[in-house]
């Protein structure tokens, strides 16, 4: 199940200086994302960059190469906030993309929390991405989930913003003894692929390993080593449209919390669980004990073209349409809006 952004005006009248929503970016905002321009990480980095709409072919960063590591999360450096990035994925091997940044690491592991938005009146959580990119491979992760009540989602995900294709695990407060195994292929939203399985205790409790093994011909799903759940390609074609419905983009690794009970969007809240228990001092907390990345190698098949909805643009009521010329002094950066 995957939600829709929700909140992007409201946090950027919150915490940006100027916004471009305009089609062409300049050279003081090159990149470009989803309505937006900026020249940091979460614009630029290669994936959430769309490079048509950039201001030049080489204003997107170019992707990082898979990288066969284990991550413990023994130091503060293995997930920092994204504005913070460098652009060395080497030194840093996950990046929040929030702000506020709501993941840290701490006691040898990724904890990344929700708390209550009154303003957005639901929960706000947290991303956290790969710095390298992920094409074929097999990732395992141990996770505790943060989803112990109706409408908290957990996920693990591998997925390619530009062209929407996308493999995941998901945990739903409202099933916390099961967790959900979905595909996605080039931005078409299809729930009905979905397949449930029960891990056999509480997913919030105790820590199970998680895998994805993705190849060219074959994606498989594992819980604590047991194939849970496999895909062949050759059974996703479609006869239509002379096309396999398969994912196949170069991708990034990722983990996040957010609330789908308090989301607005029914069936949303349906598949979550709703409404989302809040309290004055009530927080989720999803835990990653260490992920473990072997890369697969070059692709067999050519990966789909991106097709890449249309952006979100704000009235101009609320932020100017277009930045200064070059002879005035450039505009602040904003900050990034979140992405759920």
């Not at 471009?20 to 090159?30: E, I």
Request: hydrophobic share 35%; with cysteine.
């Amino acid at each position: 199940m995957k939600l829709s952004v929700f909140g992007a005006a409201a946090v950027l009248a919150a915490a940006s200086s100027q916004v471009l929503a305009q089609s062409t970016c300049n050279q003081w905002a090159p990149c470009f994302r989803e309505g937006y321009c900026d020249s940091n990480a979460m614009f630029c980095l290669w994936g959430l960059c769309d490079p048509v709409k950039s201001f030049n072919s080489t204003s997107c960063w170019q992707p990082e190469a898979c990288a066969t590591q284990t991550v413990s999360f023994d130091s503060a450096a293995d997930a920092i906030p994204i504005k913070a990035y460098s652009g060395n994925p080497s030194t840093n091997a996950f990046l929040s993309v929030f702000e506020p940044n709501h993941a840290s690491v701490a006691n040898s592991n990724l904890a990344m929390k929700m708390t209550y938005d009154a303003a957005q009146k639901k929960g706000f959580g947290a991303t956290v991405t790969a710095s390298h990119t992920f094409q074929y491979g097999r990732v395992t992760a141990r996770v505790k989930t943060a989803s112990v009540a109706p409408g908290v989602v957990s996920a693990f995900i591998i997925r390619n913003d530009q062209t929407g294709d996308e493999i995941d695990f998901e945990w739903v407060g409202k099933d916390p003894n099961e967790v959900q195994t979905n595909y996605y292929f080039n931005n078409v939203l299809d729930y009905t692929k979905m397949v449930r399985y029960n891990v056999g205790g509480n997913t919030a409790a105790e820590y199970h390993e998680y895998t994805m093994d993705w190849s060219a011909e074959a994606l498989v799903w594992l819980v604590d080593g047991k194939v849970i759940r496999t895909l062949n390609r050759k059974d996703t074609f479609n006869p239509a449209t002379n096309t396999y419905a398969y994912p196949t983009s170069k991708s990034r690794i990722s983990f996040s919390i957010w609330d789908g009970g308090n989301s607005g969007a029914e069936g949303t809240q349906q598949w979550a669980g709703y409404p989302t228990p809040w309290g004055p001092n009530t927080m989720y907390q999803m835990f990653v004990d260490s992920v473990r990345i072997s890369c697969g190698g070059d692709s067999t098949h050519p990966p789909t073209s991106p097709s890449v909805s249309p952006p979100v643009t704000l009235p101009s009521s609320v932020y100017p349409t277009s930045l200064p010329s070059s002879s005035v002094t450039p505009p602040k950066k904003c900050i990034p809006r979140p992405h759920y």
